[in-house]
């Protein structure tokens, strides 16, 4: 696969998504998986939609295309969001207050994992597969635009708030297995941050106008974050611990000035290899991992209506019909289930 390396940062040549998208696409995020040697992202306009091809395509896939594919179109012209679990084949996104997953096989049978009932805008999300942890940040409409960052399992379980003090609009999540943090740019504050897993040592890491003005997505790799920007037309890069300061590392700057959207560094050890809790699971759609070791059957919600019998297998939603009978004095109940699967 050809790839332009800068810096020891392997990263796929421009005209890739040039010759996928076409001249009149607008491209959103990007998101790969090694694992299913697919890339994927997100078509604005003229239409909403994911799409996927092989990151090598002389290697196979799991969907076994050769090319670029549809994978799924999106109802809602909302800003959108997507992160994939690698080791389990889901994939996240969110339109407006939910957070949506399916599995890359099965795109139609999109389950809710999250749905936002306080806080109506979901501004970005990233899905840590080694731990089976979903993190999103989300802002209220108010003047002052409180935020916070949440977390759960990946079936939407073990809702928490991991912060929600000093936040605005926390966007740019970005996952760092190594040292077991979350990062992320406050786009209102212009301000870095991170924190653990678990919500403790929150760090203020930079501020700064220049740096994190117009920014909206990130990724870390090794002791650095890159980041698209706006505001620069440019790929930035600095140290995730604040040591270069708020000195400007361009890394990529666009000559004509356009913007770049989206950003995604391609290498082996931002993905690695962990026990895929689903693959001996006997769910009859969607397997939703919970932690390390467990893992949850769910059934589509997204233009489906079923429920989950004996926790495995999904089934058409139960019918119960109200007769009289014969005589018209007697009102009797027949109960009709399906006993097939969906297909």
């Known amino acids: ?3 332009l390396t800068r810096n020891g940062i392997s990263i796929k040549e421009t005209d890739l998504l040039a010759n996928t998208t076409g001249i009149k696409s607008y491209v959103g995020q990007i998101d790969y998986s090694l694992s299913a040697n697919l890339l994927m992202w997100r078509v604005i306009e003229p239409e909403n939609a994911l799409y996927v091809m092989p990151i090598q395509p002389s290697a196979e896939n799991v969907l076994g295309i050769k090319r670029k594919s549809l994978l799924l179109r999106l109802n809602k012209s909302a800003s959108i969001r997507l992160s994939i679990d690698w080791i389990h084949n889901l ?5 407006e207050d939910k957070i949506i997953a399916f599995n890359l096989t099965q795109p139609l049978y999109g389950y809710i994992v999250i749905n936002e009932m306080i806080f109506n805008t979901i501004l970005d999300l990233a899905v840590n597969p080694m731990d089976s942890l979903l993190f999103w940040s989300v802002s209220d409409n108010s003047i002052n635009r409180r935020g916070r960052i949440m977390r759960a399992s990946e079936d939407g379980s073990n809702q928490t708030v991991l912060i929600d003090t000093d936040l605005r609009e926390p966007i740019a999540l970005a996952v ?7 990062y992320w740019i406050d786009r209102l504050l212009f301000q870095f941050y991170s924190v653990d897993f678990n919500g403790n040592d929150m760090k203020s890491i930079l501020k700064s106008h220049q740096l994190f003005k117009l920014s909206y997505y990130m990724t870390i790799f090794g002791d650095d974050i890159y980041w698209s920007n706006y505001f620069h037309s440019a790929i930035l890069k600095t140290n995730k611990f ?11 700057k666009t000559e004509s000035g356009s913007d770049i959207e989206s950003i995604a560094i391609i290498d082996p050890s931002l993905q690695p290899f962990s026990t895929n809790r689903c693959f001996q699971s006997k769910c009859s759609h969607l397997c939703l991992p919970i932690n390390q070791r467990q893992y949850h059957c769910v059934c589509p919600q997204i233009n489906f209506n079923t429920r989950l019998y004996p926790n495995i297998n999904c089934i058409e939603s139960i019918h119960t019909i109200s007769e009289r009978s014969e005589s018209g004095n007697e009102l ?11 297909a």
């Open 176 to 182: 760092d297995l190594e040292l077991k943090r979350l």
């Open 1 to 3: 696969m050809d790839r």
């Open 332 to 342: 009797t109940t027949t109960t009709e289930a399906a006993t097939q699967l969906l």
């Open 91 to 95: 994939v996240f996104y969110n339109i």
């Open 242 to 252: 604040g040591l270069n300061g708020t000195q400007i590392n361009y890394l990529i």
